[in-house]
T-cell receptor, first 114, second 112 residues
Framework: ETGVTQSPTHLIKTRGQQVTLRCSSQ?????VSWYQQALGQGPQFIFQ???????GRGNFPPRFSGLQFPNYSSELNVNALELDDSALYLC?????????????FGSGTQLSVL | GENVEQHPSTLSVQEGDSAVIKCTYS??????FPWYKQELGKGPQLIID?????GEKKDQRIAVTLNKTAKHFSLHITETQPEDSAVYFC???????????FGGGTRVLVKP
């Protein structure tokens, strides 16, 4: 186990709704990254938060937004859900600076949009 | 941006045989190459990684090789066991603070 916890584990929403996913990083890690993994594909980078600031963003629209809190936990918010948003959403934590390239993933939140 | 391609997409081996998965990357600035194992219902688990200043790294039955000139890297699993059955992903990044770009994954099945 990596010590990265995500909630909820599963979620069903309808098109147009909004969703918030949560992540607690591994103890001592100050950086959180979010990835989207569609069925049968590799994870795709959404964005990264370092010390409560967004620190890099992938090719995702602005309706994907996030937050990082002083305790380094994080939220991913998705507005105006679309059917294609159905995927496994993975949170990964890492150290900033030296050794910070190692990412440790949680088990993910499986989001289904109907 | 970086593009990582992974082959094969599926691999079936007999228990005790070796398995090899190959990846190529496009961005010569990438300098960190991890491999992840993902079991059903779980997140990816880091199993081994290599930095661009090293050509080979080994950890028990798992080894990774890197050819910077050709921009490809490979995962080798020896003496495969049924518990090695999973989906394996290669990835590349430019180091700390940079995103990982993943390959499409290889589904490995080890037959007893």
């Amino acid at each position: 186990e990596t010590g990265v916890t995500q909630s909820p584990t599963h979620l069903i929403k309808t098109r147009g709704q909004q969703v918030t996913l949560r992540c607690s990083s591994q103890s001592g890690h100050n950086t959180v990254s979010w990835y989207q993994q569609a069925l049968g594909q590799g994870p795709q980078f959404i964005f990264q938060y370092y010390r409560e600031e967004e620190n890099g963003r992938g090719n995702f629209p602005p309706r994907f937004s996030g937050l990082q809190f002083p305790n380094y936990s994080s939220e991913l918010n998705v507005n105006a859900l679309e059917l294609d948003d159905s995927a496994l959403y993975l949170c990964a934590s890492s150290l900033g600076g030296q050794g910070g390239e190692k990412l440790f993933f949680g088990s993910g939140t499986q989001l289904s949009v109907l | 941006g970086e593009n990582v391609e992974q082959h094969p997409s599926t691999l079936s081996v007999q228990e005790g045989d070796s398995a090899v998965i190959k990846c190529t990357y496009s961005d010569s600035a990438s300098n960190y190459f991890p491999w992840y194992k993902q079991e059903l219902g779980k997140g990816p688990q880091l199993i081994i990684d290599i930095r661009s200043n090293v050509g080979e790294k080994k950890d028990q039955r798992i080894a990774v090789t890197l050819n910077k000139t050709a921009k490809h890297f490979s995962l080798h699993i020896t003496e495969t066991q049924p518990e090695d059955s999973a989906v394996y992903f290669c990835a590349a990044s430019k180091g700390a603070g940079n995103k990982l770009t993943f390959g499409g994954g290889t589904r490995v099945l080890v037959k007893p």
